[in-house]
């Protein structure tokens, strides 16, 4: 076994046996990979991190070549984003943030700009008085980043440059332009506001995407846009997703 030191933000953790716990990290350097902590429930001091899901961490690990469990002998707290657990709306984004992580991403695949991704959302949604934005933004990226997205640059099935109306469809995974409408029924229209607001994101670093302006209009079929693709294809609506909708209070 060779032993390594990453950033890690925790996504999520389970009991194991008696006496210790299993962690799902998203790391700087490996990507998305579990670990085994041991005692780290019969003793919590054994480990400088309450291993709280979305805190960000920084781990020292056994990495096994015929396992994907991985041996962590040390795990320190970098930042808890102790703001964030002060509202339960902001809790559910960050919690959003994880999941997404977790069913997205493929084990050990490093994407360092995934993580910091990740972690400047978390910033923001700890101290923007517009968290709701932060996210929108970070599944667009995410999607983009993780060569997941929407094919919005041009029609999905026969290529031609989208001019003027379109329509979007979630089976194909992208726009259709009028001739392809036929192929499938059930593709709705889409503002060219939506559309430009995607590829602008797409292209641009995260922190010049937070003065981006949304209108109202133009912000809700974005969400509606990006989660009814994630649950087309993902083939399930996020848990953390469907939670948060049935609080509907403000963050």
Same mark, same amino acid.
């Given at each position: 076994?060779?032993?390594? /030191?990453?950033? =890690?933000? @925790? ?8 006496? $210790? ?24 001091? *054994? ?8 805190? +960000? ?6 990495? #096994? ?6 041996? @962590?002998?040390? %795990? ?5 984003? !102790? ?20 069913? &997205?991403?493929?084990?050990?695949? /490093? ?6 991704? =990740? ?13 709701? *934005?932060?996210?929108?933004?970070? #599944?667009? *990226?995410?999607? =983009? ?5 929407? +094919?919005?640059? $041009? ?6 440059? &989208? ?5 979007? !469809? ?8 009028? #001739? %392809?409408?036929?192929?499938?029924? $059930? =593709? ?8 430009? !607001? ?21 912000? #809700?079929?974005?969400?509606? @846009? ?6 087309? +294809?993902?083939?399930?609506?996020? /848990? $953390?997703? /469907? ?9």
């Amino acid at each position: 076994m060779s032993i390594y /030191k990453t950033e =890690a933000i @925790v996504l999520n953790k389970y009991d194991f046996r008696e006496t $210790s716990a299993i962690v799902n990290f998203y790391t700087r350097d490996f990507g998305k990979l579990s670990g085994l902590l041991k005692g780290a429930r019969q003793n919590p001091e *054994k480990f400088a991190s309450t291993l709280e899901p979305f805190s +960000h961490n920084e781990i020292i690990f056994y990495r #096994k070549r015929n396992s994907s469990l991985h041996l @962590v002998s040390q %795990c320190d707290t970098v930042n808890n984003f !102790s703001a964030i657990r002060q509202s339960i709306p902001r809790i559910g984004l960050a919690i959003i943030i994880t999941e997404m992580l977790n069913t &997205i991403m493929p084990a050990e695949d /490093k994407n360092e700009r995934i993580f910091d991704l =990740a972690l400047a959302s978390l910033g923001e949604i700890e101290t923007n008085y517009n968290p709701e *934005k932060i996210m929108t933004i970070f #599944k667009i *990226k995410l999607l =983009a980043e993780s060569g997941f997205k929407p +094919h919005l640059d $041009s029609c999905v099935l026969c290529d031609a440059r &989208i001019r003027g109306e379109s329509k979007f !469809s979630l089976r194909q995974g992208g726009l259709l332009c009028p #001739k %392809c409408y036929s192929r499938d029924t $059930s =593709a709705r229209s889409i503002f060219r506001g939506t559309i430009a !607001s995607i590829l602008h994101i797409e292209k641009n670093e995260f922190k010049n995407n937070l003065s981006l302006g949304m209108n109202p209009q133009i912000k #809700k079929e974005l969400d509606m @846009v990006l989660n009814s693709f994630l649950k087309f +294809h993902l083939e399930k609506e996020l /848990k $953390s997703e /469907k939670i948060l909708n049935k609080l509907a209070v403000p963050v």
